[in-house]
């Protein structure tokens, strides 16, 4: 049984704060029997590991049993489909491989209704995956829903199912009904004991439920538990021996998920071997294992997250000498390419959505393969800051560093999972130079907003270079595209050092990235971020916001030009906007909680629905700006410009309003908490009683 909490209810745009869990099957059950409610979409979100695609493919196979024919199942991985038509019918049509689909009238023959589980709404392979083009699907998705319930020819539902995350800075179809994958609660994992209990002997499964529930189990370890991939990844140490209670002690979240990933990790190469693979390893040949696997996780996160073709692994490992060996020795015994074989065992799969014919592999969890990814980062990241041996210098050179660059950044987009698992295996590592680090990206991301690389005349360019290699592999970027992507990644990974520094007394004064340099030095440029941000932009209109927005929390973007800049839905907590130009900016939905906009200029930027909870805004100019359901409590308003702003609905609870200004045309409509806020200027009060 999988919980859930409701997200939200259709025709209504306020999420549930807090809800009661549900039964999700029964909530999916009562949902698609219920006609009253054939017009909803239903949608499923969690996070990585919760169960998600394993509830589609349960819930599709019990309609199977137990409803059809009145309701026929059809289970559709988004991963899967290649192309997007402008109808949504034939979209479908072209997803379901199978020759009743290709019967015209098949959607509206009034005997039949379908019920499409379209699985990984996060996975969606459009071109670029633009907030736009995903936002127009799922409209399409809705729309469609809600002519099937007018249309008696029709009656078809939907069920959509993907991360959180892919829903942030969208504006979701009205009739989507939302719930959330619940963490599994005791009762739960009491049932998933009983069921590992089968597999393993009840003596085990009861030895690792007392080790979970005793007092010396870390806190964390009981938190991971709660999630069901972690759980069993848990239960499998635990059954061989290779889980304590004093490996978690002191850890944090993500550092606890990693020695997690990195014990099950050493647990397949050496336990779960494959029979190709099943001869004597020395601890050398294991740690080339390793390699492979983390290319493997590196190639797949550059074609896309899902798939990567066997090809393009085979390719990066040309150059590992121990690797290839290790192939080789492994093809003596079975007579064939063993590298298909071989990955089949460490949580890889053959790709059934791959439109490469020599074959493609797909991680069975999406985490893993990220967290390999990572892994596979984190030696390249060593590496450039690696000291010669001989003289001043690094290994490898200005020239070299940028080539690799390319190689391993130039490519979509890196994802929140693996920065945080990257930035904690580099905290942990004694080869992590974060100033050395920090300085020799900082001067490949000056060169990039430059131009440098790409416009060489006389020679083939690095972005050029690597995009032709991924198009051999079905990656299709143009090297426009490969040259947004290496400098926006190696921004991110500027912008997570600039963090990692700030937790760290020695490194605050070496280690401080500002995107258009420091204000009041030679360097500084207030226009080279809104250049940065307008060239991100001219592959995909908001390609800069997808790929930056959950990184600029905290960033120093003081005294910089962002007129007109489209940023809604940022996070920007904790940042320093100080003086920066943002007149005329989309903020509406950005995360400004506790952000420096001492003296910045807002004038008719579109603040509405944004979070400006304790944020510093005195002497801020507000004039104009749209405030619409902001939230400013605890703000500091003082001597802030509102004159002409619209503060309908916003709240103001406790915020310091001293000596703001303010004139007719500011609007107060519905101001929410005004009470309570601080220093109100009196003839603010009497206009308010007045009107």
């Not at 939302?178 to 994992?189: G, H, S």
């Amino acid at each position: 049984m999988v919980r859930a909490k409701v997200v939200s209810h259709p025709f209504s745009y306020k999420v549930k704060k807090q809800a009661n869990p549900v039964n999700l099957e029964s909530w999916a059950k009562q949902q698609l029997t219920n006609p009253g409610q054939h017009d909803q979409v239903m949608f499923i979100q969690g996070g990585p590991g919760r169960g998600k695609s394993v509830f589609c493919r349960m819930f599709a196979d019990w309609v199977r049993q137990h409803l059809h024919p009145i309701w026929t199942p059809i289970l559709i991985r988004l991963r899967d489909i290649h192309a997007f038509e402008e109808n949504i019918e034939n979209t479908l049509s072209a997803s379901v491989q199978a020759d009743f689909a290709k019967k015209d009238g098949w959607l509206t023959d009034p005997n039949t209704r379908f019920l499409f589980l379209l699985d990984g709404f996060d996975e969606l392979r459009m071109q670029g995956r633009t907030t736009g083009g995903i936002e127009d699907f799922l409209k399409k998705v809705g729309y469609y829903q809600e002519n099937c319930q007018r249309n008696p020819q029709l009656g078809h539902r939907f069920l959509v199912t993907g991360r959180e995350l892919a829903l942030q800075g969208i504006v979701t179809p009205r009739n989507l009904e939302r719930v959330q994958i619940a963490l599994m609660d005791k009762t739960l994992q009491q049932q998933w004991f009983s069921n590992w209990g089968n597999l393993v002997g009840q003596d085990k499964a009861t030895g690792f439920k007392k080790f979970l529930q005793a007092q010396h189990c870390p806190e964390r370890v009981k938190e991971l538990a709660q999630e069901p991939l972690l759980l069993y990844l848990l239960a499998a140490m635990h059954r061989d021996g290779k889980l304590t209670d004093q490996m978690f002690e002191g850890t944090s979240s993500i550092n606890a998920k990693i020695l997690i990933y990195q014990t099950a990790l050493d647990w397949v190469l050496t336990k779960q071997r494959p029979e190709d693979l099943n001869f004597e390893l020395t601890e050398q040949q294991t740690d080339d294992l390793r390699r492979i696997l983390t290319e493997a996780g590196l190639c797949v996160t550059q074609a896309g997250g899902e798939w990567a073709s066997m090809t393009m692994i085979e390719e990066r490992l040309k150059g590992d000498d121990g690797a290839r060996e290790l192939l080789e020795k492994a093809q003596k015994r079975i007579g064939e390419n063993p590298l298909r074989n071989a990955l089949a065992a460490f949580y890889l799969r053959p790709a059934s959505g791959s439109v490469v014919k020599e074959g493609a592999v797909e991680f069975v969890h999406k985490s893993f393969g990220e967290f390999l990814c990572a892994l596979r980062l984190k030696e390249s990241l060593e590496e450039w800051t690696e000291p010669r041996k001989k003289g001043r210098g690094f290994t490898i050179n200005h020239d070299q560093l940028a080539e690799e660059i390319y190689d391993l950044l130039g490519y979509g987009r890196l994802t929140p999972e693996i920065v945080d698992y990257l930035m904690a295996l580099l905290d942990t590592s004694d080869d992590f130079r974060p100033v050395e680090l920090f300085e020799r990206l900082e001067d490949f991301y000056l060169c990039w907003c430059n131009g440098e690389f790409i416009d060489i005349l006389d020679e083939t360019t690095l972005p050029q270079k690597t995009g032709q290699k991924l198009r051999k592999h079905g990656v299709e970027l143009g090297q426009r595209q490969v040259d947004i992507a290496a400098g926006l990644n190696t921004m991110i990974l500027l912008l997570e050092l600039n963090r990692y520094a700030e937790k760290k007394n020695e490194l605050k004064d070496k280690i401080d990235f500002h995107p258009c340099g420091k204000p009041d030095t030679e360097g500084f440029d207030r226009q080279r971020l809104l250049r940065m941000i307008s060239y991100s932009n001219s592959v995909e209109f908001d390609n800069f916001l997808i790929t930056i927005r959950r990184f600029l929390r905290q960033a120093d973007l003081s005294g910089a030009n962002l007129s007109w800049a489209y940023l809604s839905g940022a996070d920007l907590s904790g940042a320093d906007v100080s003086w920066a130009y943002l007149s005329w900016a989309n903020l509406s939905g950005a995360d400004l909680s506790g952000a420096d906009l001492r003296s910045a200029d807002l004038s008719w930027a579109d603040l509405s629905g944004a979070d400006l909870r304790s944020a510093h805004l005195p002497s801020a100019d507000l004039s104009g700006a749209d405030l619409r359901s902001a939230g400013l409590r605890e703000a500091n308003l003082s001597g802030a410009d509102l004159r002409e702003a619209n503060l309908r609905s916003a709240d103001l609870h406790e915020a310091n309003l001293e000596n703001i200004f303010w004139d007719e045309d500011t609007k107060w409509a519905n101001v929410r908490g005004l009470e309570t806020a601080i220093n109100v200027p009196e003839a603010l009060k009497n206009y308010l009683t007045s009107s």
